[in-house]
Every structure is written in C-alpha cells, then in structure tokens.
C-alpha cells in the first residue's frame, strides 16, 4: 500500500488535496509550499510540474507553468527538489503533467525517480487508456505508483467501468468537460452526474476537481464524493505577497477547521 | 496499405489520440462516424460535385519545359496553387465541412499559422452558412494582416492566441481548448495531417485527391502513371501526405519530402523537424518533434509561415523512420531563389512554402527521361512582400 491508498482506507469524507505548479512564483518553494499546506491540513497534494503546451490548463495554470519555465524548472530541478520530500511532508504526494517531459525523462527513470523520493501516484491528463495499458501499467505497478484517471460528464458508464478497474487509488471526476479554472455551475444536470457517478458505486473513491475554489464549491463538492481538489484556486493565492504565511488562511476558507 | 494506419491509429511508432477525457467523447465520435460518411454516395458526390466547380479540380499536371531544360529531366508541376483560395488547403477543408454538416455540428473551429487554412476553413463556413472562429497566433496575425482581413471578409471571428510562443502551436492549443469547452456544437478542422487519429488519416484521404490525379494525369501524358521522383514541402505535412499517398505502395517512386531549413539546419533558427527532432507527444499524436531536453516544445524558425510548425505528421514520421521517403531541407535564401526562378522561367509565383520543393532539384542529379512531379502546393501572391524585400524590386 502506498500513502494515497493508506489515506482513502482510513479518512472516507470531506477529503482536500491541492495542485500547485512546481516551480512558481518562485524556483525553490516546492516543499516550502508542500509542508506549509501540510500544516495547514491538507490531507494530500498534486505536484505539477511544467509544459509548454498544455491544452487542458485554463489562463491561470497555463501562465504558472510559463512562469516556472522561466525560472528554470524542469523534471530534473522537481527530482533534486524533492530530496527531501520525506524529511519534510508526510501526506501523500501526487506527480501531475503532461506525457512528453515524462517521454522524455524516460518513463522507467521517470517512475523510480518517483517512487525514490517517496511519491505517491501520478496524473496524467493527455495519457490515455490504451497507451497506459500497453506502454505504461508495468512501470507504475513495478514502483507501486497509483496512475489517476479522469472521468467528465460526457464518459460513458461502460468506460467508467474500466477506470475503475484500472484504478487503485482514486478516480478524479472533473466537475464539467472544461479546461482547468472555469467557474464550477453547479446546475441539476451536475447534481444528476455526481448522483450518476455515485449510484455506480464504484471501487474507488472519488475526489471532485475543476472549479472548486471555495467553501461553498467544496462543501458541495463533498456531499457526492470523497473530497475535492483545489487547482487555480491556489495558483491564484500564489501570486500575492506573503502566500506562505497565508496559507493557513486560505485553507480555512475552503474548509474551516473543525 | 503497407504504410497505412493500423486499429489504434498508429503507423508504426506514431500516432495514437493522446488527448485528455474531456475530448475523449468528441475523437471517440469522429472516429466512428467518419468512415461511415466519407464511404457514403450522398457524402462522395457532394465532395467530387464541389472539389469540380468550387475549387476547379482536377489541378493541371503541368510540364514545365524550361525547368525540364534546365535540369535534364521531364519536370512536371501539380497546380494546386490554382485551386480555390490559393492553395491545397482546400480540399481537406471541403472535405471536412461536408462531414461536420453531416454530424450536425452548428460551429466550426480551426487554427491557422500563414492563413492559408484560416482562409480555407472560412471559406467553406461561408459556403454553408456556419458560425466560423479562426485561431491565430498573435505574433502571426501581425505577420500576414492581409489573410486576418481575409478571414474577416468572409465571416469568420479570427481569435489572438495570446499563450506560449504567440503561434501555430499555441493557437493549436487554444482551438483544442475551445473544443473541450463546446463538444457538443463544434467540430475543430485540423488543417494539417497532424493531431490525434483519426485525424492525420482524415486530412490525408481528403488530400490524398492530389496523387490520385496525379496517377491519371501522369498515365495520359507520360505512357506511365509511375514517376522516378516526387517531391513536396513540408511543415506538417499535408500537402506532401496528399502528394504521396497513392504512390506509397510504389516503391519505385523515389518520395522526397522538403523540410524548412530556415537560417540552416544549425543555426538555431530552422524549422528541419526530422534533423533536429525526437521522438514525443504534441498536440495529441506521437511523432518526432522539435524540444529541449526537458520535453519542452522549441519554437521553430522559417521565412514560410506555413512550414514553421515544431512537428511533423505522425504518418510522416513512419516513413522517415521506415526509409520510405527521404526527408530533406532547404534554407530561407535557397527557397527565395527558386521562387524567383519559376516567376523567371514558367511565369509561375509560387508560395515560399511549395518554393521548398522546388529548392531541392537544385540537389539532384537525374537521368534523362526521368520523370519528376513536385507538388505547387500554393500560390505567391501571399508572400509578395516578403519576395519584394528580399530581392528589392
């Protein structure tokens, strides 16, 4: 069992993980940010790490990736980085970008790097089923890496079906077929969805991501699934001065304490 | 076909959808559907009905006779710089417009880099009465001001996209983008053989008219449907997929196929995918591609807007692989002049792009009685100021 799935068989509701791009505002605040959000109670984290193109990114993720590239971030900098991951953060930790830097990287020193520095799974947007299945399965199971599959709106029962089947750690369910950061309307045909997704009962828990940036996105969010994910939400709060030390601040809104 | 697309979309090591969920259910749909239709009468006679008198096919197989001097080998030109809007861009725009009426899609969307697609695409939506958005890198909007006019002209809403490297790519990815946010209404005409499967097989079957022709023209004025050589410019490569495709179970025909060598292959301002590229994924296919070390898409460089694209098509990239066509290139100076060449010897502006092909018989050493077709895959008019500035008339 890795971290991912140590999490889902002990915590069931009100999950919250967060995505931050690696390498933005500034190069070297990758685990300053991870163990700040640790603190601030964030039962998990997505890491991503940059491309030039990325085509399912909204403005704001697209333009904190062009950010870290410019600062100097690749695959190699995020590896050297998280060094020190395990010293520092003990919630699961999630890789998520794009299949060329990985194609790159080498799929094989891509996922024992991963899993050398204590990473937990991997998303990967533009890494489809067929491809996964014949090219990639292995290599992830060999280094006990969770691969997370998206399911939108539009995917059919019988493909969800097989996600769950390829799943084994959680299905990520993207409030709407959109690119990332667009305003998450929660109509009846969202609600018939979420209910849809839920009367399947599927294996694997679900977290709901894509425009969740509040408590209200959130809260509704976790009445359907296991949690939800805050993306550009996060990547917004970044751009301000101070955002380590109001870290705390932010996750609160989203889901108060207790 | 030996050289074909297997179930999955692959030739050989590439292809394949990489695409993300989101527009899973739009490829899924394409993929079933489009077979179905292209095979269909009503679909085949609307498309030969318009390919005849919209965009004046068959393209002549003209013989230049001054060139064939000049080189020592029987020259022959494929015209399809005298189609409708310019240029070969066309065909596959027809071609995919009378499918998305068919899918009952109320909104077409494209990228363009030169405008030559643009333009194509816009002149089809004009034709049937569809919505039309055109996404244009701002950096080229700037570039070739006279196509956004043109697009303008004729209804479309051309979009700046204002990401990345300011682009082709970019606005590639932001068309991709708007057809994730509207799966429904929208159909996305790709205007190279690029992009997830099936599209590099869709484009390359609407073109593929080109060699068919070609085949017939060749037959009644040679004695010969088979060429020695066949040559085409390339950037994503659909001109030169159209040009080859039904000679690529001929192994005898010698295909050559030009890549944009910009300043030189070496200079750090080339556009020669298959020299400087590796093996990687963009914009949902697997292909070779022009990147850093990191993985991260390089901007390439060529004075032909149409050519400067990081990657080249997935079918391509087999053949290169497999050796069945010689993939070569040749620099911004050495189009220019053999630009300037045809307007000299056969009263013919070629766009800079087909002036490419046109570049590497410079290269070749040919027997006599060899025959030789390059694909004229556009018309110049379009880059008369660039000609202009650099030959100073």
Redo the contacts between chains.
Sequence with gaps: MNRLQNLFANKKSNLLSIYFTAGYPELNTTLDIAEALEQAGADFLEIGFPYSDPVADGPTIQQSSEKALENGMTLNVLFEQLQQLRERVNIPVLLMGYINPIVQYGIERFCKKAAEVGVDGVIVPDLPIYEYEKLYADTFKQNNLSNIFLVTPNTSEERIRKIDGLSNSFIYLLSSSSITGSTLNVSTSIEDYYKRIKGMELNNPTIIGFGISNNASYTKACEYANGAIVGSAFVKHLAMDDYLKNIPEFINNIRPRS | MKYGVDE?GYYGDFG???????L??NIEALRAQYLKVLNDDDFKAEFDQLLKDYVGRPSPLYHAKRYSEKYGANIFFKREDLNHTGSHKINNAIGQILLAERLGKKRIIAETGAGQHGVATATVCALKGLECVVYMGEIDMARQAPNVARMKMLGATVVPAT??SKTL??AT?EA??DW??N?EDTHYIIGSAVGPYPYPEMVAKFQSIISFEAKKQLLEQTGSELPQYVLACVGGGSNAIGMFYNFLDDESVKLIAVEAAGKGVETGHSAATTSLG???????TRTILM?T?????VEPYSISAGLDYPGIGPQHAHLFKVNRAEYVSATDDEALNAGLLACQLEGIIPAIESAHALAHLEKMAFKPGDNVVICLSGRGDKDLDTYIKHFGY
Excluded at chain 2, 278 to 284: F, R, T
Excluded at chain 2, 293 to 297: I, L, P, R, S, T
């Design positions: 999955h394949g959808a990489y695409i993300p969920e989101m899973y259910p990401s990345g790519k970019d990815n991709l983008r994730i946010g799966p590796k093996e990687g994924v963009l914009h949902g990147q070390e990191d993985g991260q898409v």
